[in-house]
């Protein structure tokens, strides 16, 4: 395990929530924290910009606030995701407001910038960066970042198609700093297997979609509880980045998911136009198959935290090497 720089060394759980285009929210990060789990949230979910320093207001006002109140069980730190893109004309200004008020964890998608990990740094914030290969990896590390999220094969989203055991062990091989794996997460034997493999942290995204605090429709959540891993399309067609999503909102869109064009990383768009392809075309990952009902953002991470345990013991529990 790597040894971790604050705010990353003293996580209840090792569980980091990931940041949900158009889903994640105040109400969901909040309680996410609160539950124990790094909450996370896109800068551009804030819309129009100016409601981001509402936000950030309301998050750390309301973490100091219940960390006063339990000091004894404070809440997991927070972090805002900054697409780091020529297509992001508002990344500066949140970056801003993230400088401004402190914000813990900065986790930086789709691009590498020195001077956004150097404004994170100068009031020790920490960064953490996607990516999809040990190529990737390398540049990030190179140009300033803190930590990575290794972004394997069954991601929800944007995702890559590595094994998440070739992945790490490849990264692993060179890097000894915090590494969060995403790929299929969504119950606490996997955020087990995540740390044996060598990640410090599991990164979960689709499961906290079908949680009653995610900004979600209703229709969306009840999707990922009646589906599984078959029902999870790899497409570049409504991004221009490759990713996962929901079968069922392919076909409700009016499109055949088993044969769906090709696009190019030129169409890619985070200003704002594209926001329409979330919303009806429904990201997701393939681990939802252990998604079973629609329940709070705490008893979700409750679940989490007794089968994490319960997947410790049947190992210990286990004949010895």
């Known amino acids: 395990m790597s040894r971790l720089p604050a705010p990353l060394n003293k996580l209840p759980l090792p569980i980091i929530g990931s940041p949900l ?40 006002e309301t973490l100091a606030a219940y960390n006063h109140a339990n000091p004894d069980n404070p809440a997991a730190p927070f972090a805002i995701n900054q697409i780091v893109h020529k297509s992001n004309d508002r990344l500066e200004h949140d970056m801003a407001l993230c400088v401004k008020y402190k914000v813990p964890i900065i986790i930086t998608s789709l ?41 394997a094969a069954g991601a929800g989203g944007h995702a890559g198609v590595k094994s998440p055991f070739a992945l790490i062990q490849e990264i692993r091989q060179w890097f000894d700093g915090p590494i969060a794996l995403s790929g299929a997460i969504s119950t606490g034997g996997a955020v087990l297997a995540a740390q044996a493999m060598g990640a410090d942290f599991a990164y979960i995204g689709s499961a906290f979609i079908a ?15 009646d589906s599984n891993s078959d029902d999870i399309v790899y497409s570049n067609l409504f991004t ?48 939802i198959g252990a998604v079973t009902k629609v329940q709070s953002t705490a008893a979700y991470v409750a679940q989490l935290r007794r089968e994490y345990m319960e997947a410790r013991a049947r190992v210990l529990a286990g004949p010895a090497a």
């Open 21 to 60: 285009f158009i889903i994640s929210n105040p109400k969901l990060v909040i309680e996410q924290c609160k539950a124990g789990v790094v909450g996370s949230m896109p800068a551009l979910n804030a819309r129009p910009a100016e409601l981001l320093e509402a936000w950030l207001i309301e998050i750390t």
């Open 111 to 151: 691009g590498a910038r020195e001077d956004i990990n150097a404004a994170a740094h100068s009031y020790g914030g920490v960064v953490l960066h996607d990516i999809i290969n040990n190529k990737h990896a390398h540049k990030a590390i190179e140009k300033g970042a803190d930590g990575l999220v290794a972004v």
């Open 211 to 225: 949680t009653e605090e995610a900004k979600a429709a209703d229709a969306y959540k009840q999707a990922i509880v």
């Open 240 to 287: 221009g980045v490759h990713g996962n999503y929901l079968a069922p909102s392919i076909r409700a869109a009016g499109m055949d998911p088993d044969n769906l064009p090709e696009s190019d990383a030129s169409k890619m768009n985070f200003g704002g136009d594209k926001s329409k392809a979330w919303k009806d075309i429904w990201g997701c990952g393939q681990g």
